[in-house]
Nanobody, 120 residues
Framework: QVQLVESGGGSVQTGGSLRLSCVAS????????MRWYRQAPGKQRELVAS???????TYADFVKGRFTIARDNVKNTVYLQMLSLKPEDTSVYYC??????????????WGQGTQVTVSS
């Protein structure tokens, strides 16, 4: 069974940092673009950052200069380093990836999410 599993969430104070990880497992032949989204209570899910196979990252304006996305193609893992966290960063963070598997393509596969809470 192909799955994405996030980890690294938690509770921090304003200005703190966290590093999220997302591991893809199962019958995976390759992974294309990997992304981090977030969703706060009562709000729509929004794209935070994405990264290509070659490692080129793009960021939402609200995290530029604070968050860094990276990936390890050998470990099938994507990371999100979050610095200078603000209370408005409080959300469930979701991993999303385009996967090639033995069963075919699975574009936009979601993980289960990990909670990030930033207190003032």
């Amino acid at each position: 069974q192909v799955q994405l599993v996030e980890s690294g969430g938690g509770s921090v104070q304003t200005g703190g940092s966290l590093r999220l990880s997302c591991v893809a497992s199962g019958s995976i032949l390759g992974i294309g673009v990997m992304r981090w989204y977030r969703q706060a209570p009562g709000k729509q899910r929004e794209l935070v950052a994405s990264i290509t196979v070659g490692g080129r990252g793009t960021y939402a304006d609200f995290v530029k200069g604070r968050f860094t996305i990276a990936r390890d193609n050998v470990k099938n893992t994507v990371y999100l380093q979050m610095l200078s966290l603000k209370p408005e960063d409080t959300s469930v963070y979701y991993c999303n990836a385009d996967l090639r598997t033995l069963g075919g393509r699975l574009d936009g596969r979601w993980g289960q999410g990990t909670q990030v809470t930033v207190s003032s």
